[in-house]
């Protein structure tokens, strides 16, 4: 089993300990780039395994233990991971794949990073788990969290999306709504430093991303993609992108496999963002992505913040990524088509990379044959309401009246029945 030997910076690769995983890299906060940290190990990752005998079992992430900070003996787990790989070439965007990660147990990506983040904690000795979310991090936290037996904390924002907060409620999280976002990583920053709470997200600004444990476990997206496609990678990964755990984390798996000769290539990552500020800071050449302001309120809240992260940058720039930036209009239409033509329906924060494929497409920065796999973060079912006033109301029936039923498939519906 490999053992992590130290969090290192993604910017500087100073070394810190194990238990420094509730900071971020005071060097280079202090020159102004404020990075994250990711875990480093005393060995190559895998080196004893084949990979065409890897272990069938279990289930879960958890076969690809040895990638992982600790053993699959002492994993808090739900069984998240080993989620699907469809075709959808059926959405006219040329060659693409939908990784489904609605498909995990809280219905989110984010059981992967609860899942690695907990688990660790568990391990430290942690005995309070803290969040600052808005959404699917909060959920997964509360879920990991109970399955470990741990108390947990999640500060919200009020006017959170309401299934999120209440599977966070369910899992018997600890849960307050606070009226100004910024409160959220001030009460966690006190939690923290009071009491030691340990955090699984985010909560001092300039953002930095999330506890670099549970960012382990978004290798295993990489992982799981790889060998989905026989070895043979995509030429592009396009993903929703917030605080870039997701796409460092999937980065770093990668990387791991084109170490060992499994793969010969990393994939270009692409962010689909709704802020702008990857795409300024790519544009630009700056070390830190931009505050940058939307002129509408967004309708993908998972993914709202105004500033990116320096990790998000670096995976962007070490793949010759690309970064878009996604408007609402764009979410309601590839939330309807991806819905419709593939049957896999996204929270809309999930549909942002269908649109930025198009446009890349467009563009000819993903040329017109390259394979390209989406992550598919959440479902839809995490934020309905959204959904309904897109579609507005179905139509009624005062009774049984068959004949009125035929009229209105045509009326509203636009389907002839007797055609
Ligand atoms: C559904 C969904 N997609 C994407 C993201 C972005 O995640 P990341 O911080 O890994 O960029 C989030 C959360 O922040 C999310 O909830
Ligand atoms: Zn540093």
């Given at each position: 089993?490999?053992?992590?030997?130290?969090?290192?910076?993604?910017?500087?690769?100073?070394?810190?300990?194990?238990?420094?995983?509730?900071?971020?890299?005071?060097?280079?906060?202090?020159?102004?780039?404020?990075?994250?940290?990711?875990?480093?190990?005393?060995?190559?990752?895998?080196?004893?395994?084949?990979?065409?005998?890897?272990?069938?079992?279990?289930?879960?992430?958890?076969?690809?233990?040895?990638?992982?900070?600790?053993?699959?003996?002492?994993?808090?787990?739900?069984?998240?991971?080993?989620?699907?790989?469809?075709?959808?070439?059926?959405?006219?965007?040329?060659?693409?794949?939908?990784?489904?990660?609605?498909?995990?147990?809280?219905?989110?990506?984010?059981?992967?990073?609860?899942?690695?983040?907990?688990?660790?904690?568990?391990?430290?000795?942690?005995?309070?788990?803290?969040?600052?979310?808005?959404?699917?991090?909060?959920?997964?936290?509360?879920?990991?969290?109970?399955?470990?037996?741990?108390?947990?904390?999640?500060?919200?924002?009020?006017?959170?999306?309401?299934?999120?907060?209440?599977?966070?409620?369910?899992?018997?999280?600890?849960?307050?709504?606070?009226?100004?976002?910024?409160?959220?990583?001030?009460?966690?920053?006190?939690?923290?430093?009071?009491?030691?709470?340990?955090?699984?997200?985010?909560?001092?600004?300039?953002?930095?991303?999330?506890?670099?444990?549970?960012?382990?476990?978004?290798?295993?997206?990489?992982?799981?993609?790889?060998?989905?496609?026989?070895?043979?990678?995509?030429?592009?990964?396009?993903?929703?992108?917030?605080?870039?755990?997701?796409?460092?984390?999937?980065?770093?798996?990668?990387?791991?496999?084109?170490?060992?000769?499994?793969?010969?290539?990393?994939?270009?990552?692409?962010?689909?963002e709704v802020s702008g500020?990857?795409?300024?800071?790519?544009?630009?050449?700056?070390?830190?992505?931009?505050?940058s302001k939307r002129n509408e309120p967004t309708?993908a809240?998972?993914?709202g913040?105004d500033?990116?992260?320096?990790?998000?940058?670096?995976?962007?720039?070490?793949?010759?990524?690309?970064?878009?930036t996604?408007d609402n209009?764009?979410?309601?239409?590839?939330?309807?088509?991806?819905?419709?033509?593939?049957?896999?329906?996204?929270?809309?924060?999930?549909?942002?990379?269908?649109?930025?494929?198009?446009?890349?497409?467009?563009?000819?920065?993903?040329?017109?044959?390259?394979?390209?796999?989406?992550?598919?973060?959440?479902?839809?079912?995490?934020?309905?309401?959204?959904?309904?006033?897109?579609?507005?109301?179905?139509?009624?029936?005062?009774?049984?009246?068959?004949?009125?039923?035929?009229?209105?498939?045509?009326?509203?519906?636009?389907?002839?029945?007797?055609?």
């Amino acid at each position: 089993m490999p053992r992590p030997a130290a969090l290192a910076c993604i910017s500087c690769g100073a070394d810190y300990p194990l238990t420094h995983y509730a900071d971020d890299c005071p060097a280079c906060r202090g020159a102004g780039v404020p990075s994250n940290l990711t875990v480093r190990y005393a060995e190559t990752l895998g080196a004893a395994l084949r990979r065409d005998a890897l272990p069938a079992g279990p289930n879960s992430l958890w076969r690809f233990a040895d990638f992982l900070p600790l053993p699959a003996s002492d994993a808090i787990t739900l069984g998240e991971g080993a989620t699907p790989l469809h075709d959808v070439a059926a959405l006219g965007l040329g060659p693409v794949w939908v990784k489904d990660e609605s498909r995990n147990p809280t219905w989110s990506f984010k059981d992967r990073l609860a899942c690695l983040a907990v688990s660790m904690a568990r391990a430290l000795g942690a005995t309070v788990i803290a969040s600052s979310s808005s959404g699917n991090a909060g959920a997964a936290t509360a879920a990991y969290a109970a399955r470990a037996g741990l108390p947990c904390v999640v500060f919200t924002t009020r006017g959170a999306v309401g299934p999120m907060v209440t599977q966070m409620r369910a899992y018997g999280a600890m849960v307050f709504e606070c009226a100004d976002r910024a409160d959220r990583w001030t009460l966690v920053s006190a939690g923290v430093k009071r009491f030691g709470w340990y955090p699984t997200t985010t909560y001092f600004g300039p953002a930095v991303g999330s506890n670099p444990y549970g960012i382990e476990g978004y290798k295993t997206i990489a992982y799981e993609i790889a060998e989905q496609c026989g070895w043979a990678v995509p030429d592009w990964c396009v993903l929703p992108v917030c605080y870039g755990d997701a796409l460092y984390g999937m980065w770093k798996g990668f990387e791991e496999l084109r170490a060992l000769g499994w793969i010969d290539r990393v994939p270009r990552l692409a962010a689909a963002e709704v802020s702008g500020s990857l795409a300024a800071a790519l544009a630009t050449g700056a070390a830190m992505p931009p505050v940058s302001k939307r002129n509408e309120p967004t309708i993908a809240g998972s993914i709202g913040a105004d500033q990116g992260t320096v990790q998000g940058l670096d995976a962007l720039r070490r793949t010759d990524g690309a970064a878009v930036t996604i408007d609402n209009a764009e979410m309601e239409h590839w939330q309807a088509r991806l819905a419709r033509a593939t049957g896999l329906y996204a929270e809309p924060a999930s549909v942002a990379p269908f649109a930025a494929i198009a446009r890349l497409r467009a563009a000819g920065t993903i040329a017109a044959g390259a394979r390209v796999v989406v992550l598919l973060t959440a479902g839809g079912l995490k934020d309905p309401a959204t959904t309904d006033r897109t579609l507005g109301a179905a139509p009624g029936l005062a009774d049984g009246d068959f004949d009125a039923a035929c009229r209105a498939l045509k009326t509203h519906y636009g389907f002839d029945p007797h055609a």
